[in-house]
């Protein structure tokens, strides 16, 4: 059974740092694209980035609203994602969701997600 | 930035009702859309990609189409377990973006 779990949320000042991560089993995690999805309280899904597999060289894309303040890594040998965040600010608030992408007929859509952990930035 | 705005916002609707939620998109996406539902507290789940092929699992009342700019998500019988919100999202270029959502409400 595929699963995705994320950790690492919580409290954090504004202008601080924080980890999370994610944590896959149950398919062949290095085959994969790796996806970071946030969604505020009360709005709606907004995509955060991508990694592609080794084949692909673990490149990145990143929405213009994180760039330069996130950072996605993977551990192929751990099945773990990563997102590093810095310089957080208040409208980083949100619930965080892992998922891994598939790839198929020229399409990549998100077919498993984790259940999110929640990182809120306040003073 | 490929922007894609859903309609309607809100739905209302019966158990039995034959619904639709559209999706366009600001410019040519060829069939590079996928449609999601997510209930309250929920991670969002996987219905259907490449516009119109259903997930493995996913009930057959559930039906997507379209392509280029303007797709359609429709259930032809909505059941009690169907009301929840649905978003479409784009993978045909980056950055990946996802529609505004559509809350399909028990009338």
């Known amino acids: 059974e595929v699963q995705v779990e994320e950790s690492g949320g919580g409290l954090v000042q504004p202008g601080g740092s924080l980890r999370l991560s994610c944590a896959a089993s149950g398919f062949t995690f290095s085959d994969h694209y790796m996806d970071w999805v946030r969604q505020a309280p009360g709005k709606g899904l907004e995509w955060v980035g991508r990694t592609r597999n080794k084949a692909n060289s673990y490149t990145t894309e990143y929405a213009a609203s994180v760039k330069d303040r996130f950072t996605i890594s993977r551990d192929d040998s751990k099945n773990s994602l990563y997102l590093q965040m810095t310089s957080l600010k208040t409208e980083d608030t949100a619930v965080y969701y892992c998922?891994?992408?598939?790839?198929?007929?020229?399409?990549?859509?998100?077919?498993?997600w984790g259940q999110g952990t929640l990182v809120t930035v306040s003073p | 930035d490929i922007q894609l705005t859903q309609s309607p916002s809100f739905l209302s609707a019966s158990v039995g009702d034959r619904v639709a939620i559209t999706c366009r998109a600001s410019?040519?996406?060829?069939?590079?859309l996928a449609w999601y539902q997510q209930k309250p507290g929920k991670a969002p789940k996987f219905l259907i990609y490449?516009?119109?092929t259903l997930q493995s699992g996913v009930p057959s009342r559930f039906s997507g189409s379209g392509s280029g700019t303007e797709f359609t998500l429709t259930i032809s019988s909505l059941q009690p377990e169907d009301f929840a919100t649905y978003y479409c999202q784009q993978s045909y270029s980056y950055p990946v973006t996802f529609g505004g959502g559509t809350k399909v409400e028990i009338e």
């Open positions: 410019q040519a996406i060829s069939s590079a």
């Open positions: 490449a516009a119109s």
């Open positions: 998922a891994r992408v598939y790839c198929t007929k020229g399409v990549c859509p998100l077919d498993y």
